[in-house]
């Protein structure tokens, strides 16, 4: 996962708040990491997305190889019959 850092430093008034005013005084975590957790639990949501689209994916890669196979057989089928149609169409 790639390491983001910050574009611009801080503003002063954040620097210079005091400890307690940066931290949630229910949880006690920074609001500042809190931000970035959060952010990380969106691009959580939208892999897990994607992780299911491409799970669907390889579902239905599986279902059109078991067509084209059943499809394929039919042309053997067919062209065998083809033949033995020719066959008789020559002796008649």
Known sequence: MDRQTPMHALPEEIQKM?????????????????????A????????????????GSVEREKRLQEKIKSLSQDLEQYKTDNKSKTERLDRL
């Open 18 to 38: 005091l400890p307690e005013d940066k931290v949630c005084k229910y949880c006690g975590v920074s609001y500042l990491i809190l931000h970035e957790f959060k």
């Open 40 to 55: 990380m639990e969106e691009k959580v949501k939208a892999m897990e997305k994607e992780m299911k689209f491409y799970q």
